[in-house]
């Protein structure tokens, strides 16, 4: 089981983390929502419970609820701009589809 972040999101990462003068890594979760049924929530872990899975990727830390892990083990997430937009983008190997704007997938 793994997350992998690429380059430019573990900097990121990093860049908020070290901007918040707090925190121990990136927290990836998803929620029954959407227009294709799950959507990926991210924030800032500030602390690891009991259940998560802590994972290394590129010297951050990602920690996943075990609830979670199922439905995002293997995804590579990305952060790209484009323009004025920013966004964390995730290639989910376990999602079967996902809606036009990729906010959400199903499985």
């Known amino acids: 089981m793994a997350i ?4 430019a999101a573990a900097e990121r990462v990093r860049a908020h983390l070290h901007k918040r ?3 121990l890594g990136l927290r990836l979760g998803i929620k029954k929502t959407g227009c294709s049924g799950f ?3 991210v924030n800032y872990a500030d602390e ?3 259940d998560d899975a802590v994972f290394d990727a590129r010297g951050v830390k990602v920690i996943v609820d075990r609830v979670s892990l199922p439905l995002v083990d293997g995804t ?3 952060f790209v701009k484009q323009g004025l937009n ?8 376990k999602a079967k589809g996902e809606c036009g ?7």
């Open 4 to 7: 992998v972040l690429t380059e």
């Open 21 to 23: 003068g707090s925190g």
């Open 39 to 41: 959507a990926y929530v």
């Open 48 to 50: 690891i419970g009991a």
């Open 76 to 78: 590579t997430i990305d």
């Open 86 to 93: 920013e966004a964390f983008k995730f290639q989910n190997p």
């Open 101 to 107: 704007c990729g906010e959400s997938f199903n499985v």
